[in-house]
């Protein structure tokens, strides 16, 4: 295992320091196929998979919901996730393992990364093909961190190394992974470099989730569009993300005062606009528990 260690760190920081400054560190981490649309949602509260699997599975059916995003939660036995996912599977709904912390955006939260993704070598191993996450999907958001404003650089330097060793593991396992970006995120580069560190991003996942939490079309558009754009180009994907909760940033963060109906309206129109864009995926919701809220208003 990887030990949290003063030196280790720091050489491995310097090391990253060095690759993020010369070519932006592309991995080559080849794209695995998406269905052509997707309709995606977040369940953080994984213990609901075993007290109301199938109120999930009605609200995603009569939302159109195909993908689900759920997150690993050890004190959850692996028979639950087996007997959710073979149902989700069944009814054309695929379920991607999700976990995330801003500190994995750090190297000492590397240890962390690695006993998760053994957790999903050893889950994958043991399940039949029914029962298997059909992806990886990360929200690492190191931008929350104090280091973030005090030392920027070395922030994303060490952000970059664990995105490189999730993306080379995921590689590995074959396994499609998708990361959640803000997409404010193309008004920073790289260490040492030009390369913005959106654009870094999309090239090491196989599809990122852009955060574009605005409650109009054009705005949410106008967020996301640069990073269709180069997705596009890149010939990766990216599912737009969209806001349920209530923010404390202001109501035009999220859907939260208009409704579940506001919303779809919203949403078609901006569907409308991104077709343009081969890279363009479907829309994610944030996140399952308080959407679902919102639909029984």
């Known amino acids: 295992m990887w030990k949290k260690t003063g030196r280790v760190a720091a050489v491995l920081l310097a090391a990253v320091i060095m690759a ?18 997707q309709t995606g949602t977040w369940l953080w509260d994984t213990t609901q998979i075993k007290s109301e699997p199938d109120k999930i599975l009605d609200f995603a059916e009569a939302q159109g919901i195909n993908a689900i995003y759920l997150q690993i939660n050890r004190d959850v036995a ?6 959710f996912i073979s149902k989700a599977t069944a009814e054309g709904i695929e379920v991607q393992i999700l976990d995330g912390r801003a500190s994995w955006g750090l190297l000492s939260g590397r240890e962390g990364l690695m006993s998760f993704v053994e957790w999903i070598e050893a889950y994958q191993n043991g399940a039949e093909e029914n029962e298997r996450f059909s992806g990886i999907h990360v929200d690492i958001e190191p931008h929350v961190l104090a280091e973030w404003k005090s030392d920027r650089d070395s922030v994303v330097a060490q952000w970059q190394s664990n995105v490189t060793y999730l993306t080379n593991e995921a590689k590995r396992m074959e396994m499609k992974i998708t990361a959640d970006i803000p997409f404010w995120l193309d008004n920073y580069t790289v260490p040492g470099g030009d390369m913005k ?9 196989d599809a990122v989730a852009v955060m574009a939490y605005r409650d109009t079309a054009s705005a949410i558009y106008n967020a996301a569009a ?16 969209v806001e349920t909760n209530r923010s404390s940033e ?6 939260y005062e208009e409704g579940c109906e506001y919303m779809r309206q919203e949403m078609q129109e901006f569907e409308q606009m991104a077709s343009e864009h ?7 919701v944030h996140d399952y528990g308080n959407w679902s809220k919102l639909a029984s208003r």
């Open 20 to 37: 993020g400054s010369m070519t932006g560190g592309a991995v080559d981490v080849e794209a695995t196929a998406y269905s052509s649309k």
């Open 78 to 83: 692996v028979p639950y996730y087996k007997d």
């Open 197 to 205: 560190i959106s654009s870094w991003m999309i090239r090491q996942f």
């Open 226 to 241: 640069s990073e269709l754009k180069e997705a596009s180009e890149l010939g990766k994907k990216v599912s737009i993300a």
């Open 250 to 255: 202001g109501n035009f963060i999220t859907f």
């Open 278 to 284: 081969d890279s363009y995926i479907g829309i994610s």
